[in-house]
Structure formats: C-alpha cells, structure tokens
C-alpha cells in the first residue's frame, strides 16, 4: 500500500509539474525532462537511457535536466502511455504490444520469423526512412517513436530435451497474450498457455506448464533456468523495445536543441545494444553454471510451419503487406551488400 501511494503522489506531481509549466522545472527555469521504463536499473535498456541523459546534459545541461524512473515508478507501460499522451511526461519505453493498441502498424513485429535472424533484424531498424514511417504512424496520438533497443531473440526454453519441432507436440508453453503468439504455438502442435511473466516460474515449478519463450536472460534474471534447463535455439521471433516521445515537446524543440536529442536517442541505442550483447554473454555463462542446456535445432521447418501465420496475419491486416515485402527487401539488399564486400575482400 505504501509503495502504490508513492507511485499514485510521484504521478501527481509528475502531472502538476507539467501543468503549471509544460513540463517540470528545477533551478532557475531548467526544464526536467522525464523517461519512464519497467526495467530495473542496470538493465541494458536503462544503461542506453543514461547515455541518452548524458548526451542531453552535456549539451544542453543549463536548460534541461533528464531524469530516469525505471521499474514502473511512473506506473506500468500502459498508464505511463497515457501520461505521455497528456505531456505530464515526455518519453516513454514501450514493446510494440503496447503501441499496437494505438495502431496496428506495430503488429507487423509479432510475425514469427519476419527478420533473418539477427542481422537482418539490425539492417531493418538502421534504415531511417523506412523506420521513420513506423514511428510516424502514432502522431494522432501525440506521440512518437524516436528510436528502438534490442531485447534479443527470443527462444523456447523447456523442461525436456527438444530436437526437432516434433518434440515441440503435446507441450504445454507460455506465451505473451496475443492472438498472434497463440496461433505460433498451436502451428507447432503445442499448447499455447498465456499468463504473466511474474507467474511462469511457479508455472513451471508445478508443472502447469512444460516450456516457455524468451530471450537467453530469463533464465537468469527471473530464475527460469532452474525449472526449464533446456534452451532451444528455435529464433522465433524478435521484437523491440521502443523510445517514444510526447509530440507536442517533441515540435517544440528549437532546430539546435531536436538535433540534441536525436542525437541523443541515437547514442543510446548503439551504448544499449553493445550492454545487450555483453548481458546475454553473461547470462548464458551463468545459465551453464545453473546447468542449462543449449540445444541448436534446424529451424527451417520451424520457419515453414509459420508461414500460414505470415498470410493469415497480413490477410487479417491489408496495410501491412506494403510493410512486410518492404522488410524482406531490406533484408535481402543488406545480405546481398555483404555478400559482395565478401566477394572483395576475396578479389584482394
């Protein structure tokens, strides 16, 4: 009770700040601009923002000071959504779940196997003028995407060996609730059971459920490994993170200082993905000291099996199919670019 107070006092403030002078103020007139995220602190995530802060600060620091508010100070994703939409905060870190509900653009990232594994995801959110049209899409909103972070691929992690999608049958998996996710799983024989992040370990532990899906750190950071000692390198799908900004200060920056804080988004990314890399390397060290298995399966029938999902989700949403061939271009110039520096560094 007394932390749902501070939070509830913490959001009243937050707002009264912004009412009285469009967003809070420190000192003698800096502004204060707030960031919510539900990650704790040293989570890569969090480790971008502060870089983010940084840049901000260093340039701009006699007008503007960033503050952080991890862990869901500011409330969940979806009440700090609404703040951000009335400009009692100014960013948010939101999954593309989340922003799905404001438009349906988002869904597109919840298409098993849309990337080429992790290069091809990276080819596809470095290309600004396609991104740039994703982030647009939630204007009438009053807000805007300004860069995202990587949060892995995600993977099944079971209590039983998997060697093959016909080991998959008959299991019982958690999964995020989503149409989309539930469809993945039944495609594979499964069952799909959705639930909250906070309740897969004892889910696991009972045996309620035989496996979930995540990236290589939840076996770590929430335990799973203990209950689900096999992790299977399936790369289903990969989603990111989203930094999005209230419009209204976004339009409100001069020329000088939006530069400052585009190049800020910008650092953060590139400072979030270099901590991404190094937490997973960690992560599956502690994992293998946990005693967890890594099992690399054939995906390629993983991948065939979800292909009526491709056009049952692009048949479900028109606007999406432009969207869709677009990422499988990118992706296939990137791989093609490479293959041809390849074929120079042979030439000399």
Same mark, same amino acid.
């Given at each position: 009770?007394?932390?749902?107070?501070?939070?509830?006092?913490?959001?009243?403030?937050?707002?009264?700040?912004?009412?009285?002078? $469009?967003?809070?103020?420190? $000192?003698?007139?800096?502004?204060? +601009?707030?960031?919510?995220?539900?990650?704790?602190?040293? %989570?890569?995530?969090?480790?971008?923002?502060?870089?983010?802060?940084?840049?901000?600060?260093?340039?701009?620091?006699?007008?503007? &000071?960033?503050?952080?508010?991890?862990?869901?100070?500011?409330?969940?994703?979806?009440?700090?959504?609404?703040?951000?939409?009335? $400009? !009692?905060?100014?960013?948010?870190?939101?999954?593309?779940?989340?922003? &799905? @509900?404001?438009?349906?653009?988002?869904?597109? *990232?919840? =298409?098993?196997?849309? *990337?080429?594994?992790?290069? $091809?995801?990276?080819?596809?959110?470095?290309?600004?003028? *396609?991104?740039?049209?994703?982030?647009?899409?939630?204007?009438?909103?009053?807000?805007?995407?300004?860069?995202?972070?990587?949060?892995?691929?995600?993977?099944?992690?079971?209590?039983?060996?998997? %060697?093959?999608?016909?080991?998959?049958?008959?299991?019982? =998996?958690?999964?995020?609730?989503?149409?989309?996710?539930?469809?993945?799983?039944?495609?594979?024989?499964?069952?799909?059971?959705?639930?909250?992040?906070?309740?897969?370990?004892?889910? /696991?532990?009972?045996?309620?459920?035989?496996?979930?899906?995540?990236?290589?750190?939840? /076996? @770590?950071?929430?335990?799973?490994?203990?209950? !689900?000692?096999?992790?299977?390198?399936?790369? %289903?799908?990969?989603?990111?993170?989203?930094?999005?900004?209230?419009?209204?200060?976004?339009?409100?920056?001069?020329?000088? &200082?939006?530069?400052? *804080?585009?190049?800020?988004?910008? +650092?953060?990314?590139?400072?979030?993905?270099?901590?991404?890399?190094?937490?997973?390397?960690?992560?599956?060290?502690?994992? =293998?000291?946990?005693?967890?298995?890594?099992?690399?399966?054939?995906?390629?029938?993983?991948?065939?099996?979800?292909?009526?999902? %491709?056009?049952?989700?692009?048949?479900?949403?028109?606007?999406?199919?432009?969207?869709?061939?677009?990422?499988?271009? +990118?992706?296939?110039?990137? /791989?093609?670019?490479?293959?041809?520096?390849?074929?120079?560094?042979?030439?000399?």
């Amino acid at each position: 009770m007394r932390v749902a107070k501070l939070v509830t006092m913490l959001m009243v403030c937050v707002s009264a700040s912004v009412s009285i002078s $469009g967003c809070g103020m420190v $000192g003698e007139g800096k502004k204060i +601009i707030h960031i919510s995220n539900g990650q704790p602190m040293t %989570h890569p995530v969090n480790v971008g923002l502060q870089a983010f802060k940084e840049h901000v600060e260093s340039e701009l620091g006699d007008k503007y &000071e960033v503050k952080i508010y991890p862990n869901e100070l500011l409330g969940a994703t979806s009440k700090a959504m609404e703040l951000l939409q009335t $400009g !009692a905060i100014e960013y948010v870190v939101a999954n593309t779940s989340n922003l &799905e @509900t404001f438009d349906n653009i988002y869904q597109i *990232f919840s =298409i098993p196997y849309l *990337f080429d594994g992790q290069e $091809g995801f990276y080819s596809v959110m470095a290309d600004d003028d *396609f991104m740039t049209g994703i982030y647009e899409s939630t204007d009438r909103s009053g807000f805007r995407a300004v860069t995202w972070y990587d949060l892995g691929v995600r993977n099944f992690y079971v209590n039983k060996p998997v %060697h093959g999608m016909e080991d998959m049958k008959g299991m019982k =998996i958690r999964v995020q609730p989503s149409p989309t996710n539930v469809r993945m799983i039944e495609l594979l024989g499964a069952a799909a059971v959705p639930m909250g992040y906070g309740e897969v370990y004892s889910a /696991l532990q009972q045996g309620v459920i035989d496996g979930a899906e995540n990236s290589e750190m939840a /076996l @770590t950071t929430m335990k799973h490994g203990e209950v !689900a000692p096999y992790f299977i390198y399936d790369q %289903h799908q990969i989603m990111p993170d989203l930094l999005v900004c209230n419009l209204k200060f976004l339009n409100g920056l001069s020329p000088e &200082e939006r530069e400052v *804080f585009d190049e800020a988004a910008r +650092i953060s990314t590139q400072v979030e993905v270099e901590a991404w890399e190094k937490e997973i390397q960690v992560a599956k060290e502690q994992s =293998i000291e946990m005693g967890v298995e890594f099992i690399d399966v054939d995906m390629e029938p993983f991948r065939e099996a979800m292909q009526p999902l %491709h056009g049952e989700v692009l048949d479900g949403n028109p606007k999406l199919k432009p969207i869709y061939d677009e990422i499988q271009a +990118i992706q296939k110039m990137a /791989l093609e670019d490479e293959e041809g520096e390849g074929e120079d560094e042979k030439d000399s």
